[in-house]
């Protein structure tokens, strides 16, 4: 390689290693994590955190009754390394999609084996488990998508005035 092929190699490098930065770092719904290690369970979540902007949960976004993937962009990633109960029901170590099916009352909680893609290509024959609980109302509504951890497992979901929580234990617990 000559001079002028490594100074276009390391151009053309820097100009994608931007690119990439900029764009991921531009994003309208900027993705984040959530983890937390318990009892030797390491959980972790990754996401895109949209904003409302003005629109209504359940209504001008995130329609009730309808398959939601918990987030924006790529798929919500729900990550853990043993076997887990989740409500009351047994779970298998590895990656999954979140999905939701929110509704006033109680809200569907998905985790499909399909996790690594873009958008909602949601397939009900790959679901690994589904779940249903209550659905809140919170007095203090949130902005921006948000997903946290509680040390004690419990994993929050919330968006607007609507707030969605599972509980999730070690099955050597």
Request: proline share 4%; net charge negative.
């Amino acid at each position: 390689m000559n001079i002028k092929q490594l100074f276009f190699s390391i151009l053309f490098t820097g100009f994608i290693f931007s690119n990439a930065q900029t764009s991921s770092s531009n994003r309208v719904s900027p993705i984040d994590s959530v983890q937390i290690q318990i009892d030797g369970l390491n959980m972790e979540i990754v996401y895109s955190r949209p904003f409302l902007k003005g629109r209504e949960f359940g209504k001008d976004i995130v329609p009730f009754g309808k398959v939601w993937r918990t987030g924006a962009n790529e798929a919500t990633v729900f990550e853990i390394n043993k076997d887990v109960v989740i409500e009351g029901h047994e779970l298998s170590s590895g990656k999954y999609s979140l999905y939701t099916i929110p509704d006033e009352e109680q809200t569907t909680i998905i985790f499909n084996k399909d996790w690594d893609q873009w958008g909602t290509i949601y397939n009900e024959d790959r679901d690994a488990l589904r779940i249903v609980v209550p659905t809140y109302t919170s007095d203090h509504p949130t902005e921006q998508f948000t997903i946290s951890i509680e040390p004690t497992g419990d994993v929050c979901l919330s968006w607007g005035e609507k707030v969605f929580v599972f509980h999730v234990k070690s099955e050597a617990s």
